[in-house]
């Protein structure tokens, strides 16, 4: 049987250049709407707080420095309370919390049927809001779950603003794009270890004798190689090939150029600066042979500078709405290490 012409021009055509992605693109979280705005609007009954504190939320957990700084600042200051019969550890950590999340921590206080004061427990502050009146409160976790608090059993205690006076923000809001950049470092090398197929290269192919259905089983294997199973050996036959008819051609070294450890260490320092908390009280590994410094020493300037402000902030709030020192601490001290001296034998 003779072949038509167009037949035999399809058997001589050289096979077309094709190219194709190792991998859907995949989207990124980006929160930078959590500061798109700084002042509070009134929804009807109730003033919306400056900024999303949802987002200051899930923003905690974004990265690992600071969320411990703003839980060791909790923990110490609630460590130095003396515990009073209104006033517990456990509740004023949880305010503490509050506070240095949010800027904004409540206490409520609870009335008995004769109208004396039980003790005080914490409103969670994300959900708390401040009346058009500024005199009462109302916790509204949703739209119809409203509840409003008692005239004057609510306890503000606000870190103050320069945009507004209704509800406070927290001073390390100018380090949540470093909190951000550092969980987007991290869940970018995370991904790049999960996927093992990467845009890091070009496989070209050049022989002639390659036939078409050769060229897709290799392109459904190489798609394949993506997720569980990844980093697996390909095996590619071509008897009647030359030499560079198949070539993989490097366009970039991931591993190299995501600069993955600056970005951590400086983003690290970034959030150390906003919280003011040296790194040797947290856990930060030194990487050069000096060290931080005497940790003693920096714990004294800490609790100096930070604890003691704290101290003092709380304790004059909380009084003073009470009416009666309900709220004191103990300074921050450490214990004195006697050194050791180890006896010549």
């Known amino acids: 049987m003779d072949e038509t012409p167009s037949q035999t021009a399809a058997l001589t055509a050289p096979a077309g250049a094709q190219a194709f992605t190792f991998g859907d693109p995949e989207a990124v979280m980006d929160r930078r709407d959590v500061l798109d705005y700084v002042e509070c609007w009134?929804?009807?009954?109730?003033?919306?707080?400056?900024?999303?504190?949802?987002?200051?939320?899930?923003?905690?957990?974004?990265?690992?420095?600071?969320?411990?700084?703003?839980h060791f600042k909790a923990q110490v200051l609630a460590s130095?309370?003396?515990?009073?019969?209104?006033?517990s550890r456990a509740t004023l950590q949880r305010a503490a919390l509050d506070?240095?999340?949010?800027?904004?921590?409540?206490?409520?206080?609870?009335?008995?049927?004769?109208?004396?004061?039980?003790?005080l427990r914490n409103a969670l502050a994300k959900y708390t809001r401040r009346h058009r009146d500024l005199k009462r409160f109302g916790?509204?976790?949703?739209?119809?779950?409203?509840?409003?608090?008692?005239?004057?059993?609510?306890?503000?205690?606000?870190?103050?603003?320069?945009?507004?006076?209704?509800?406070?923000?927290?001073?390390?809001?100018?380090?949540?794009?470093?909190?951000?950049?550092?969980?987007?470092?991290?869940?970018?090398?995370?991904?790049?270890?999960?996927?093992?197929?990467?845009?890091g290269?070009?496989?070209?192919?050049?022989d002639p004798d390659v036939q078409q259905g050769d060229v897709d089983s290799l392109r459904k294997s190489l798609q394949s190689s993506k997720g569980v199973g990844?980093?697996?050996?390909?095996?590619?036959?071509?008897?009647?090939?030359?030499?560079?008819?198949?070539?993989?051609?490097?366009?970039?070294?991931?591993?190299?150029?995501?600069?993955?450890?600056?970005?951590?260490?400086?983003?690290?320092?970034?959030?150390?600066?906003?919280?003011r908390v040296p790194p040797q009280l947290i856990g930060v590994v030194p990487a050069n042979a000096g060290g931080f410094g005497e940790v003693v020493n920096a714990a004294r300037v800490f609790a100096r500078n930070e604890i003691q402000p704290l101290q003092t902030s709380f304790s004059q709030a909380i009084n003073e709405w009470m009416g009666e020192v309900v709220c004191s601490f103990d300074p921050y001290e450490l214990p004195s290490v006697e050194p050791v001296h180890q006896a010549l034998v």
């Open 99 to 119: 506070f240095q999340v949010f800027g904004n921590g409540y206490l409520e206080r609870p009335r008995n049927r004769l109208g004396g004061s039980l003790p």
């Open 42 to 70: 009134l929804n009807g009954e109730w003033y919306e707080t400056p900024i999303s504190f949802d987002g200051l939320a899930r923003s905690l957990r974004a990265a690992t420095h600071h969320a411990s700084a703003v």
């Open 139 to 199: 916790f509204l976790r949703t739209w119809k779950d409203e509840y409003t608090f008692p005239a004057g059993s609510i306890c503000h205690l606000m870190e103050p603003d320069v945009h507004q006076e209704i509800y406070g923000l927290p001073q390390y809001l100018a380090a949540l794009q470093s909190a951000w950049l550092n969980e987007s470092a991290t869940l970018f090398r995370r991904r790049y270890y999960n996927n093992g197929s990467h845009a």
């Open 230 to 275: 990844n980093f697996r050996n390909l095996l590619f036959h071509s008897p009647g090939g030359k030499e560079k008819a198949i070539q993989l051609l490097p366009i970039g070294e991931a591993t190299a150029k995501d600069e993955f450890f600056n970005i951590k260490n400086v983003s690290r320092d970034d959030q150390l600066a906003a919280h």
């Open 201 to 206: 290269f070009i496989l070209y192919l050049s």
């Open 80 to 87: 130095t309370l003396r515990p009073h019969p209104l006033l």
